[in-house]
């Protein structure tokens, strides 16, 4: 039982961490995006 209870624990520190990697990498994707496909587009039309 405490053997068990120890792997749940584990597997919720896991996936805890691996979500916030998820985050972290959906963020800078999204960053990575605009910055290469919006910001452009926005500074092609101003001039």
């Given amino acids: 039982t405490i053997y068990l209870n120890f ?3 584990k597997l919720i520190r896991t ?3 691996t979500k916030q990697f998820i ?3 959906f963020f800078t994707a999204m960053f990575t ?3 290469l496909f ?3 587009i926005i500074v092609t039309d101003n001039n």
């Fill in 33 to 35: 995006f605009i910055h």
């Fill in 23 to 25: 985050i972290i990498y």
């Fill in 15 to 17: 996936i805890s961490i």
């Fill in 7 to 9: 792997n749940r624990s």
């Fill in 38 to 40: 919006i910001y452009p």
